[in-house]
């Protein structure tokens, strides 16, 4: 990876066309924004700031909305690097809440069903979550992009048919560390594969507990060896255009 330090040195950039040649954009993804909504607004943001006009761009690996943090922006020419960046394990911390569950598996939907969690302790939650470290067959939700009878999974939730079985896929949990549980809150600090769902495994996590689980809050902090701490939020992004185009 060590070839990847000029593609990341956004700073470095001179002009329109050493976007063109190939940047990777790191971006602390804002709550409520799809992974599109990021990259539509970086294409915005170098047209308006250095004049390119259409320039290919992409992300290495979708974030849902309700979730924030990492998200890798390939530009220019570094756009073919996606499926190797999109291929690396992935690292999050996740607020996982007992006693409800939800057809999406977090909170984009409703409450569907509701649990006791007075038997759930601290010490049932870690001693549940070695459980799941190591490789694992996990069923994706239905409101997921994954594709089952010929559709997205989240078509046929949203067409009425919430009961369309989805494909089981493999993942690998390689760390799962108990930050904190404040009661019925669990935040978790997970390391795994890519093409894992988290919302998954806070769903799974609560059938294991007997008492309903979902995914209440998710933050990416790294993909391989990027990490969120060197992510831009779009302000400072801007300003390193406004720079560009000042000194060209």
Known sequence: MEDLVKELDVRQAKSAEDFKEGRILLIDKPLTWSSFDVVNKVRIMLRANLGIRKIKTGHA???????????VLCIGKATKRINELMG?????VADITFGAETPSYDLETEFSETFET???TKEK???SLKDFLGVQTQTPPVFSAVRAEGRRGYQHARSGNGDVEMPPRIVEFFELELLSFNHPVATVRIKCSKGTYIRSL???LGLALDCGAHLSSLRRTANGVLRVDAAMSFDYFNEVLKEIRTNA
């Open 125 to 127: 939650v870690e001693q």
């Open 61 to 71: 690996g979708t974030l849902d909305p309700l979730a924030t943090g990492l998200l």
């Open 88 to 92: 690396l394990d992935k690292e999050y």
């Open 202 to 204: 806070a769903h799974d």
């Open 118 to 120: 007075g038997h759930i």
